[in-house]
Structure formats: structure tokens, C-alpha cells
């Protein structure tokens, strides 16, 4: 019965992202966060029965997300979003036929820290160019891809947090609630979310210049 309750709020919860995309998203990955956690994993069979259909539940609400990002105006960001979703989709494809969690190392999901860090740029900066030089270009795509790589790393080959003895929830925790969940979340996305601040802020000061000249 939790199973199909988690299904069902797995399905509906996404659907939010057509309205609101980045809070959408945020609810759909903390589900993905914590329904392991109702599951009952006492074998390899059932781990196996468990990533098959949190993958598919994955590809479902990024999919949906991938779908209004078709929508951007920005060709890079267009083309980039394209590129990581169906990397990653191919990826869960793959997973559902050999069943080694391994080969998502490969096919990392890129497309849901770089779908949240395009929008909130967007929003931040009233819709600015994010891709706007090459050299802040390869700092966004490398603040972005490298983190990620590193969690999938931990999570499908090592199978376990960079710390030690640190529940699986927390190797991508949405909300830290510890010394250890803050030092994994500062690792994770810190890298990602100070580059992202950078940006902005190089935004604002640019506009800020821009009036100062002309008043």
C-alpha cells in the first residue's frame, strides 16, 4: 500500500513543474530522496526491483521538466538541456536491461542540477543571458557536471556517502540537518551554487554600470 501511495505522489507531484518548475522539481527530487526509505530491501533482487522503478519515477518528473525547457530562448541552454536529458535517459534505459548500477557513473543526472541552476539565473537576473562568454561557460558547466559525477560515483559504484557511516539520504540532502549533512551538501552543491551567485552577481554589477553611464 506505501508503494502505491509513493507511486501515486511520485506521478501527481511532477506535474506541479508545468506551473512552477523550479519548486516542482525541488518536490519531486526530495520524493526521490526519501521513498527509499519505505521500501523494504532485504536482497539483491529487491535493491534491483527498487532503482528499477525509482529510475523510471525519475525519468517521469524529468522528462516532464525537460519538456518545458524546450521551451527556452537561449539555444545554447536549449541545446545543452537536450544533450544531458537524454544522456541520462539513455542511461536509465541501459540500467533496465543490465541491471548494474555501475554504468550510471556514465550517465550522470546532469539535466536536474543544470535545468535549477538556468532557472534560477533566470529569475534572479530578469531573465539575463546565462551563457554569454566561453571562459564563464566551461566555470558553469564544470561547477555543475564535476559535483554530480562525484555523487553518482558514490552512490552507484562505491554504494555509500563520501562519509563514512552517513544514511544513503544524505549524499544529496535537500535539507541539511547536521554537521555531516551540511559537509556533504557543501561538497555536493556548494561548488555549483557559489558559481551561481558569481554569475548574478556579475549580471547585476554589469547592468549597474550600464545605467550609471547613461544617467
Known sequence: MEILILTVFRLLIPLTILRWPIIGVLASMYLDLQDFNYFTIRTEQDMANYQAWDKIMDIYYLAIAF?????????LARKLSIFFFSLRAFGVLVLLFVHSRELLLFFPNIFENFFLFYLLFKTFTNNARLFDNVPATIVILVSIIIPKTIAEYYLHV???????????TVITPVFPTSIEDLTIYTLYIGPTIAVLIWRIIAVKKLRLKTELLFF
Open 158 to 168: 562505491l554504494l555509500s556517502p563520501p562519509i563514512f557511516n552517513l544514511p544513503r
Open 67 to 75: 519538456y518545458t525547457s524546450l521551451s527556452w530562448k537561449e539555444t
